[in-house]
């Protein structure tokens, strides 16, 4: 298995500093998931809509992570985890979704990015997890 690194991504006050690079990969990652997913482009949501809907509020808690190939902080991103923690009722649940690009699938990505998304909500006291996946492989299917 290939070293994979998980960083969090901070959501941008704006789209045209320095730091917003990673925001913007990860919501074209997600984009090409969508995508993927339904082999047209209705769900396509622009980064600017993105930026609006993917921070924290007073009622859910909202992180990303992505992963990287190796120790390079700068490499590109493969993947990521969004992570919802509601924080005014139903504190049992929490939602997490996973998105590795198909040039990274099958090589642990991920399972690094569940397992980190899963130890920053456990923090946060969920006791439910709900999981879905799209059956694109014989190993998928199984899960």
């Known amino acids: 298995m290939?070293?994979?690194?998980?960083?969090?991504?901070?959501?941008?006050?704006?789209?045209?500093?320095?730091?917003?690079?990673d925001f913007l990969a990860v919501a074209e990652l997600l984009n090409a998931q969508q995508q993927e997913f339904w082999g047209n482009d209705d769900f396509h949501a622009p980064a600017r809509a993105q930026l609006a809907g993917r921070g924290s509020t007073a009622t859910r808690r909202r992180e990303l992570l992505a992963a990287r190939m190796g120790a390079d902080p700068d490499a590109a991103i493969v993947g990521v985890a969004q992570l919802n923690l509601p924080l005014t009722d139903n504190l049992h649940t929490g939602t997490v979704n996973v998105v590795v690009a198909p040039g990274a699938r099958r090589q642990g990505v991920g399972t690094e990015l569940f397992r980190a998304a899963a130890n920053l909500a456990a923090v946060s006291g969920p006791e439910q997890a709900d999981g879905r996946n799209r059956p694109s492989g014989q190993r998928t299917r199984r899960f």
Not at 5 to 16: D, G, K, Q
Request: proline share 15%; aromatic share 0%.
């Open 2 to 21: 290939t070293h994979v690194s998980i960083t969090p991504v901070r959501v941008p006050a704006a789209l045209a500093g320095p730091d917003a690079a």
